[in-house]
């Protein structure tokens, strides 16, 4: 039986979350932005180190507030199966700190909030737009320190527009989840079947 990994992808409005899915399945960047206004969900099977898994991504709204409790979180379909996630991927864009902020506020509302049967996750805060790296607003170290020393979090920069570092970041992704923090640079990842459309629902 394949295994399904789910992972929810959080973030400000205009960080990028839907376009770093877009470059990981169909290697597919546009410039005109489109508000996620809904949650998709899109559906790939990778091969990861030989083995086979059924990838659940979801690209989910701006979120006020991550759910405090299963009441929340069922009635509101943006926040649906949240709080039982394999995996988040919190994204900020570098050169706007109102949206590090937003991470910041998210993710201590993860650690507080996520259903307490299902364990800790791991989460990744992920940097886009490193392509506009002379606009940052905080040097890398500083951040990068902050949040893996700090937050006990994953950290890593990309850009979905020249597509730097977006197979990397599924792959620690896959990592965290499987093994924990596994750093074998030598692991291959294949996408099975990502980049036809029909191997992605839209919700």
């Given at each position: 039986m394949v295994e399904t990994l789910s992972v929810a992808v959080l973030g400000a409005p205009k960080v990028g979350k839907t376009a770093i899915i877009r470059q990981?399945?169909?290697?597919?960047?546009?410039?005109?932005?489109?508000?996620?206004?809904?949650?998709?969900?899109?559906?790939?099977?990778?091969?990861?180190n030989g083995n086979m898994y059924d990838m659940?991504?979801?690209?989910?709204?701006?979120l006020t507030a991550f759910p405090a409790n299963s009441s929340q979180e069922w009635s509101d379909l943006?926040?649906?199966?949240?709080r039982n996630t394999d995996a988040y991927v919190l994204v900020y864009d570098i050169c706007s700190p109102e949206s590090f902020e937003y991470v910041k506020?998210?993710?201590?509302?993860?650690?507080?909030?996520?259903?307490?049967?299902?364990?800790?996750?791991?989460?990744i805060v992920v940097g886009n737009k490193r392509d506009l790296q002379r606009q940052r607003f905080s040097p890398r170290r500083a951040l990068s320190l902050l949040v893996k020393k700090s937050w006990k979090c994953g950290y890593m920069e990309c850009s979905a527009k020249f597509n730097w570092h977006i197979i990397l970041l599924f792959k620690e992704l896959l990592c965290s989840v499987l093994a924990r923090g596994c750093?074998?640079?030598?692991?291959?990842?294949?996408?099975?079947?990502?980049?036809?459309?029909?191997?992605?629902?839209?919700?």
């Amino acid at each position: 039986m394949v295994e399904t990994l789910s992972v929810a992808v959080l973030g400000a409005p205009k960080v990028g979350k839907t376009a770093i899915i877009r470059q990981f399945l169909y290697h597919d960047f546009t410039e005109t932005y489109s508000p996620t206004e809904r949650r998709r969900t899109y559906r790939p099977s990778v091969i990861f180190n030989g083995n086979m898994y059924d990838m659940k991504i979801m690209d989910v709204p701006y979120l006020t507030a991550f759910p405090a409790n299963s009441s929340q979180e069922w009635s509101d379909l943006k926040s649906r199966g949240l709080r039982n996630t394999d995996a988040y991927v919190l994204v900020y864009d570098i050169c706007s700190p109102e949206s590090f902020e937003y991470v910041k506020m998210i993710r201590q509302q993860i650690q507080e909030n996520r259903a307490s049967s299902s364990g800790e996750a791991p989460i990744i805060v992920v940097g886009n737009k490193r392509d506009l790296q002379r606009q940052r607003f905080s040097p890398r170290r500083a951040l990068s320190l902050l949040v893996k020393k700090s937050w006990k979090c994953g950290y890593m920069e990309c850009s979905a527009k020249f597509n730097w570092h977006i197979i990397l970041l599924f792959k620690e992704l896959l990592c965290s989840v499987l093994a924990r923090g596994c750093r074998n640079n030598h692991s291959a990842m294949h996408l099975q079947g990502a980049l036809h459309r029909n191997r992605c629902s839209l919700m």
